[in-house]
């Protein structure tokens, strides 16, 4: 039997309206996060050692995950669904992706998905409150519009290698860069999500090198419970030198919070979030691409780090 949908009811604090700025938004999309996992009991992290970012030594000797409660996968739908797309691309860029009719299904699968949870719909009334646009029109108030403009935003194909006319490939989209990554240049681009670090950690196609401290000094110590870590690590053989990644988070929030900052915010929206027990410091970063219809990239930079 099919579950009737997710009504989302909102205490007066906590329902957007014009005036609900980036910050106080991305702080109730965390306390909406119902699916989020907890540390030491739905997954298991050590962090290790610290190190420069410029320093391409190991600080790390083991795997960054020594533990994930493998029933994760099915006990929330958004994980399953989320997992099935990751394997749907070619990493280099210059590469033309081709997508299967199985893809697009799958596609379908994650939206429909993720817009069945709070912090997504709360991302949606964000969004409407905010009297935002996209590609010249007002957003859908209807959930079917809503997600074609997601489907438009995060998985539409564009050129990231560059070229004109012909010659130009169509080897990139916002999902990809944002969740997945890509090698450009000789090194790895975007990739910054903890479950597909998680999947490459264990086909041992990642190499986790350590953690960077915050370039606060009055930051607090990084340890293995914290829900935001910047790292470095390399991925078949690639650096990426410096990478900050929500860790434990589900994908609606992820999605959610960078939906938010490609359609409502700034290309970079200071955000101070409470973790419980703990507060980080971030920066919001967005950048569009394909005449701002699509995303570039979306992701934080850790600023600071205080425990509470």
């Not at 944002?178 to 910054?192: D, T």
């Not at 479950?195 to 915050?214: A, N, Q, S």
């Not at 053989?237 to 409502?264: D, H, N, R, W």
Request: with cysteine.
């Amino acid at each position: 039997m099919k579950p009737k949908p997710l009504v989302l009811e909102l205490p007066p604090s906590h329902t957007p309206d014009v005036n609900t700025d980036f910050a106080s938004a991305a702080q109730i999309l965390w306390n909406l996060d119902s699916n989020r996992l907890s540390p030491h009991k739905d997954y298991k992290m050590d962090v290790q050692s610290s190190k420069h970012p410029s320093h391409r030594d190991d600080a790390a000797h083991d795997p960054l995950f020594t533990y994930l409660h493998r029933d994760i996968f099915q006990e929330r739908p958004t994980f399953d669904a989320f997992r099935h797309l990751l394997d749907n691309y070619s990493a280099c860029t210059g590469e033309e992706e081709t997508v299967s009719s199985k893809e697009l299904r799958e596609n379908r699968t994650f939206l429909n998905a993720v817009m069945e949870t709070a912090p997504m719909k709360y991302c949606h009334r964000y969004c409407l409150a905010k009297g935002v646009e996209y590609n010249g029109r007002s957003i859908p108030e209807d959930e079917a519009g809503f997600k074609k403009a997601l489907d438009s935003i995060w998985f539409k194909l564009y050129s990231r290698s560059g070229g004109c006319g012909r010659r130009r490939k169509m080897d990139s989209s916002g999902f990809e860069h944002v969740f997945v990554g890509e090698v450009k240049n000789g090194q790895v681009s975007g990739f910054h999500n903890w479950i597909m670090f998680w999947l490459e950690e264990r086909k041992g196609t990642v190499d986790y090198r350590g953690y960077i401290k915050p370039r606060s000094r009055y930051s607090a110590e990084t340890n293995d419970d914290d829900h935001v870590l910047t790292l470095q690590f390399s991925w078949n053989g690639v650096e990426k030198f410096v990478g900050t990644s929500f860790i434990g988070v589900s994908p609606e929030f992820e999605l959610a919070l960078y939906t938010m900052a490609f359609l409502a915010g700034e290309d970079e929206n200071i955000v101070t979030l409470d973790t419980g027990g703990e507060s980080f410091d971030l920066k919001v970063k967005c950048h569009k691409i394909d005449r701002g219809s699509k995303v570039g990239s979306c992701y934080v930079e850790a600023l600071a780090h205080y425990e509470e």
